[in-house]
């Protein structure tokens, strides 16, 4: 049996990190096991320009605690006034990996996201020709559109149309929840790429909805059937280069999802990598795990992967069922099963 696991330390591509006693409060876990995180640009008021994405990765690195190494990749938030040249600008600067793209209304802190792609098509031609990324949220918000089909109808609705239109864009379709996503990345050649989350790795649609309503169960896109996180599990631990990791740890506040209108996201910034190793041994596919946590996504993104290795080990990882922050209580995603592997405790980088 396998003891212990060594890999080349992960990345999280998809990570909110909030701000002000939020981020302090849980930029530590992220910088402990991760090197590098894609953050999200998801604040209030959006991270839209380079001048604001500046601004935020300085309050990041003002956060990291002491000695930690992590570097944030930061990501602008796509609105329909987004202004090329300072897309292009930022981009050469070294400043920003990936810009993100919100259809409006889709999710947490999308309300200025777009409306109408054809308004920011010479944005996306731009980051095409520079070879800028984008990771997009896909999910319709047509309220016609049932919550379980709306990842589907955007890949035929929006995404599958974008690509025809701009090919030379690379697309990383963020947090993928159902088989359909998974075969439509598949099939594609190496400009399109998806994350897929630890939670949806885990849970399925009774998980939120069987025997009691469970709000932490909650993000969004919402959990699928079980087939689905079948296939998505399938897709993670297959090695293929199209998936990677991308957490979407999204921490809210205890009394922010405890309400009549709770919020989506689930907190997994201290347990992904526990979890991943038990999920990629369940499907006998630990030696694969280092693709998909700390591979696939530098390649995709033209990064090389990270030199220094973390340890797994076979242990029960000592967990806390939530973190307090100066915000209030923030809840861990609980898997539902004990864990048993932890992150050696000389591994961690903080
Ligand atoms: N995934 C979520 O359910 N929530 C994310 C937003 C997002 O990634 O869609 C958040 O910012 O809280
Ligand atoms: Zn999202
Ligand atoms: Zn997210």
Known sequence: MTRTLTIRRPDDWHLHLRDGAMLRAVLPHSAAHFARAIIMPNLVPPVVTGAEAAAYRDRILAALPEGADFTPLMTLYLTEDTDARDVAAAHASGLVTAVKLYPAGATTNSASGVRDMDRVRPVLERMAEIGLPLCVHGEVTDPEVDIFDRESAFIDRVLDPLRARVPGLRVVMEHITTSRAVD?????????????????????????????????????????????????????????????????SAPHTDPAKLQPCGCAGCFTALNTLPILAHVFEDEGALERLE????????????????????????????????????????????????????????SSSC
């Open 184 to 248: 439509y990345v598949r099939s594609a050649g190496s400009g399109l790429a998806a994350t897929i989350t630890t939670h949806h790795l885990v849970i399925n649609r009774n998980h939120i909805l069987a025997g009691g309503i469970r709000p932490h169960y909650y993000c969004l896109p919402v959990a699928k059937r079980e087939e689905h996180r079948l296939a998505l599990r399938a897709a993670a631990t297959s090695g293929d280069a199209h998936f990677f990791l991308g957490t979407d």
């Open 291 to 346: 693709s998909f946590a700390s591979l696939n996504g530098p390649a995709f993104y033209g990064l090389a992967p990270n030199a220094p290795r973390i340890t797994l080990e076979r242990a029960a990882p000592d967990i806390p069922a939530g973190i307090d922050t100066d915000d209030g209580p923030v809840t861990v995603f609980d898997p539902g099963f004990p864990l048993r592997w932890r992150v050696a405790p000389e």
